[in-house]
């Protein structure tokens, strides 16, 4: 397994930007699938977005919830995974969660990704 924390999560208004970032040890990162996932209060935890090995954008796939607003990106050589959330709804509140897959396809289900990390609030405020 690789050891995951996240950071750059906050109280934002809605229509206002956050950005989260992962940081991974432990593991080769750049053969894993990565992705956010998220868990608002009261419900179970959703895909929000993921991206496969390279940092290529024909290799993510993202939420119909977030599509257009929310954009994954990774760096390999740095070991990080971000995910730049814009035009934040308070639907968008939640507790946020990196993780990773040893997987070869881009995959959105949480039983498919065995590390994660200890999540980060993101509030937004209507």
């Known amino acids: 397994q690789v050891r995951l924390v996240e950071s750059g999560g906050g109280l934002v208004q809605a229509g206002g930007s956050l950005r989260l970032a992962c940081a991974a040890s432990?593991?080769?990162?750049?053969?894993?699938?990565v992705g956010w996932f998220r868990q608002a209060l009261g419900k179970e935890r959703e895909f929000v977005a993921a991206?496969?090995?390279?940092?290529?954008?024909?290799?993510?796939r993202y939420a119909d919830s977030v599509k257009g607003r929310f954009t994954i990106s990774r760096d390999n050589a740095k070991n990080t995974l971000s995910l730049e959330m814009n035009s934040l709804k308070p639907a968008d509140t939640a507790v946020y969660y990196c993780a990773a897959a040893a997987h070869t396809n881009v995959v959105v289900t949480t039983s498919e990704y065995d590390s994660w990390g200890q999540g980060t609030q993101v509030t937004v405020s209507s």
């Open positions: 991206i496969g090995w390279r940092n290529s954008g024909t290799s993510t």
């Open positions: 432990g593991r080769t990162f750049d053969h894993l699938i």
